[in-house]
């Protein structure tokens, strides 16, 4: 994208001291450094860069600005490199704009090279330079527009950890009740633990909530919460990250560390690693799910122009 990057920083212990010749810092190394900062963009999460903001004002550097990849991209700092062209190979459903690339993104990381885990790593045909949205975000974008009636419904949707571009285009049908909520402050329009809904039986047409679930120690205590705040026709509709290369959900109660979570489940604050069983996990608690992937739906060609993971999945549930 034409940036140049002065170092990495990471949050927690560096383990490792470059990155592609760059170099490395802890947080407190980058605390450090007395000369102004200019631009800390956040690469990893929304949640992370509410941390991090956090931490730069408890230390009074208002010359550090934080962004999250997303909001970086929005600012137009470096959006002028780019220009929709009308006959792109590719074309983003979000912001509708044809282009010629979408931007590659993701974590690199030891478990990611040697297991298959849909939308984990690196990929490719990520970000779109034009609008931020990622390749997940674009595929529940299209599911919820073709398989939904949330265009043209009246009803009410609670959100968890709100995407921006999904809160958007929910937002755009006045007719809807919207709530978001996230666990993190800030992140929602109210705190809102899955494990503990705040509100009321039976209220919600839809409860969306996409990557959350491998957060969740207890997972039956989410599904059941779940469960009671939705209509007896309401859907949920989630996802969540699944390693293709093994039958069984691997989920071990002795790994707590932030290391060995990151190790053997891809992320630090990940406490489960969903396998090929994740629907039948699911069913177990008594739902009725239908899974969606652009490898079932689309051509390659649609997948590839869309900027799609081939078999990303989204799951819709409902009350048996
Ligand atoms: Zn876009």
Known sequence: ???EIDFFAQTNESAVEHIDGVSVKTFSELLMIQEELKILV???NSKATCEIKTMINQVKRPDIKVYDMASFIETNLFKRAYQPTADGNKYCIICNNNLDTFEPAGIEQELFRNKHIIGG???DNCICPLCGCNDRERWLYYVLKNKTNLDAMNGRVL???P???ISEMIQANGSIDYYTGDINPGRGMHVTDITCIQYKEEIFDYVICNHVM???KDENKAVSEVMRVLKHDGKWIFSIPICTDIDKTYEDNTIIS???RLREYGQEDHVRL???DFKERFEKYGLKIKVFSPEDELTEEEINRYGFIKDDIIMIASKQ
């Open 214 to 216: 491998e957060h969740i």
């Open 258 to 260: 932030p290391v060995d």
């Open 274 to 276: 969903y396998g090929k």
């Open 121 to 123: 790593g690196l990929r």
């Open 42 to 44: 956040c690469i990893k």
């Open 1 to 3: 994208m034409g940036i």
């Open 163 to 165: 995407e921006r571009s």
């Open 159 to 161: 959100h968890f950890a």
